[in-house]
């Protein structure tokens, strides 16, 4: 009976082949697909994706046991986040994983209104149109939100108190990031309070970042800001070997910098975010709506000190500042 049916269903009797096609069907419906789709660059990327794996783990899923992830990178050309997107839509996945700058959840949203959507992102969800809410995000779309932008007046405040002599400061940014301009407003706003005058600078290529760092001498800057950017992100040595090169104080929001020799850095922890955005994709796998997940925001910010580069600059960190640290580096 079994095997009659089998024969009015393909029109004929069951085969080897067709055998071998219903078992693979079953399998590939079995083991779902993330697509993770990131802005920058792979390399850049390995203890976020590392993170993501573990929020996975956390509800059930490993991958390359009872899930499977297909990665794209866009290794900071922004320009290729619709073509990206649309192949991991193309290719049916059951979860898209959209970390990086806002461009990149905006150009998974923009080809899949369908797929659920984790995203990681800086920039603020709401504003930029990727959710209705924070609390009730509607739609296929939810995830990690860290509001850089926010932040931009408390590095501003960390970096006066590290440098008080400092009454010029400048401010690096990237001019086609979005959300640079909301950032750069709130630091601009936050300048007279503190006393200093703030010089914008602006860079999105390589050559640029060198053109930047000449201006800020020219200006004589006594510190520099470095806002929130994936392709700042992507080449942090190129900016710390440059602050170092000109004997500049920087401050950056992410503790990769400071690790990578960077003076300084204050902001939530990207692998915590990644983390979270990993759980929330193995809630979704297991039946949730991202509309019923609300976007979730840090709790907790990290202050990195380079201790070896401030001997470098000449400077003695203060005792203040060095008790709130969450890590030293020496």
């Known amino acids: 009976m079994r095997r009659r049916k089998f ?17 693979a069907r079953a399998q590939q419906k079995a083991t779902p697909v993330i697509g993770y789709l990131y802005g920058g660059m792979a390399g850049y990327s390995s203890p976020d994706v590392t993170a993501f794996r573990r929020g996975l783990a956390e509800t059930g899923y490993v991958e390359g046991q009872n899930v499977a992830i297909e990665y794209r990178w866009a290794e900071g050309r922004y320009d290729l986040l619709p073509g990206l997107a649309a192949d991991l839509v193309g290719r049916n996945v059951d979860v898209i994983a959209a970390m990086g700058v806002t ?3 905006l150009a998974a949203k923009a080809a899949t209104a369908t797929i659920p959507i984790v995203f990681v992102t800086g920039g603020n969800p709401v504003v930029s149109g990727l959710v209705a809410s924070l609390a009730r995000p509607g739609g296929n779309v939810t995830g990690v939100s860290i509001l850089v932008a926010e932040l931009g007046p408390k590095l501003l405040e960390l970096l006066s108190e590290l440098v008080p002599q400092a009454k010029v400061i400048a401010l690096l940014r990237n001019p086609t990031s979005s959300g640079s301009d909301r950032a750069t407003r709130h630091v601009q706003e936050a300048a007279p309070a503190k006393g200093v005058q703030l010089h914008v600078l602006e860079a999105s290529s390589e050559s640029e970042i060198d053109a ?34 000109h004997s500049v104080p920087a401050i950056y929001e992410f503790g990769e910098y400071a690790r990578a020799g960077g003076l300084i850095s204050y902001g939530a ?17 297991k039946g949730a709506k ?11 910010f990290e202050l990195v000190i380079n201790l070896k580069t401030a001997k470098a600059l000449g400077l003695a960190i203060p005792a203040l500042i060095l008790s709130r640290a969450d890590e030293v580096i020496e």
């Open 7 to 23: 024969s009015i269903l393909l029109g004929g009797p069951l085969t080897v082949s067709t055998a071998w096609w219903f078992a």
């Open 103 to 105: 461009a990149v959840p």
């Open 212 to 245: 930047a760092f000449g201006s800020l001498v020219q200006q004589k800057a006594g510190a520099l800001v470095i806002l929130s950017d994936q392709f700042f992100f992507n080449r942090r040595e190129q900016i710390v070997a440059l602050a170092a090169r």
């Open 269 to 285: 922890s990207l692998t915590a975010a990644a983390r979270q955005a990993g759980t929330y994709a193995g809630k979704i796998l």
């Open 290 to 300: 991202p509309a019923d997940l609300p976007v979730l925001q840090p709790t907790t």
